[in-house]
């Protein structure tokens, strides 16, 4: 598939931009997309938060078994979100509008995708049909517009990671995949969908450098001493690359990114409060497929009150 996400878990590794034209234009259709932000959206429809955490599992685990490209789930979700902002809908057809949303965006990325594809197959083995599937994505087209290119933060990632050139090669691989895990942590949070795209991608790339600060002892060293122990937390070329200065907007958001890794520790503890809508992801990312990254110590031996210690930010 033209725009499927590359990640190769061999001995080599190699970034690649799921689009890879980068344009800054992509930054403006950001802006314009969320200004469509209807912060009652769900309570009119009769749709709370956790329903639509629910929602956005039952998308994962169809990308995960038909294997859609990460941007595809990240772009569905937006459809949906953005379908909710604007139109009232029934919560009794929310799950069959989001399935829709995920085959139109698979549709939109990769237009020459057949309907008897894998994807289609997993989506129909319940109760939704194909019929169903295909008049919510006609209705999700009609309602949304003609511009169905979102840039999500996938759009942004790999380029932004390209400007972090003091982070060692070799650790890329499991940075690139702490980053992805981050992102789909963030799929379950509504508070992050107000945020443009690049905001998104460009905090989960900030907080990870913060717990490299702290944490990345464990990729070799002790905790005072490591070869991370003196990581700039936004330099000044990343922050030109990305368009995001080091302000409270970068701060809060990674601030949403490192509150939901704190919730996936109660998992790793085996404790009775594990989040139940955030087990797909955790799931996930405990795969052998994702190198087992949610197991890492990277995201695991971390103390968020350190990571995340405020600095003056504007």
Not at 105 to 127: D, K, Y
Not at 154 to 159: C, I
Not at 185 to 211: D, H, I, K, N, S
Not at 265 to 281: F, G, R, S, W
Request: hydrophobic residues 40%; glycine residues 4%; negative net charge.
């Amino acid at each position: 598939m033209k725009y499927m996400q590359r990640i190769i878990l061999g001995d080599e590794f190699c970034l690649t931009s799921s689009n890879p034209s980068f344009s800054y234009a992509k930054t403006d259709d950001d802006e314009q997309n969320v200004k469509d932000f209807n912060p009652c959206g769900l309570q009119k429809s009769g749709i709370n938060f956790d329903f639509r955490k629910i929602v956005c599992g039952l998308l994962l685990r169809a990308q995960i078994a038909s294997h859609v490209s990460f941007e595809a789930l990240h772009l569905a979700i937006a459809y949906m979100d953005r379908f909710i902002w604007l139109q009232e809908t029934d919560p009794l057809g929310f799950e069959a509008m989001a399935h829709g949303a995920l085959w139109l965006a698979v549709r939109v990325l990769t237009p020459e995708t057949p309907i008897t594809c894998q994807l289609m197959e997993v989506m129909t083995s319940g109760c939704l049909t194909v019929e169903e599937i295909e008049d919510w994505t006609d209705h999700l087209r009609l309602t949304l517009g003609p511009n169905l290119h979102y840039p999500t933060p996938h759009s942004y990632l790999n380029n932004f990671l390209k400007q972090c050139d003091d982070l060692l090669v070799c650790h890329m691989k499991l940075f690139t995949l702490v980053c992805h895990y981050l992102l789909d942590l963030g799929l379950m949070e509504y508070a992050l969908v107000r945020r443009p795209a690049y905001l998104r991608c460009a905090a989960v790339v900030y907080f990870l450098r913060r717990l490299l600060r702290f944490t990345g002892y464990v990729l070799g060293g002790c905790p005072s001493q490591h070869q991370y122990c003196a990581l700039d937390y936004w330099p000044l070329e990343v922050a030109k690359y990305s368009r995001c200065q080091e302000d409270s907007n970068l701060y809060e958001t990674a601030l949403i990114y490192g509150n939901l890794l704190e919730e996936t520790k109660k998992y790793q503890q085996q404790c009775a409060e594990v989040p139940l809508t955030l087990m797909p992801v955790l799931e996930k990312y405990m795969d052998c497929a994702y190198d087992r990254v949610a197991a890492n110590p990277l995201v695991t031996k971390f103390e968020l009150e350190q990571v995340m210690c405020p600095k003056e930010v504007e």
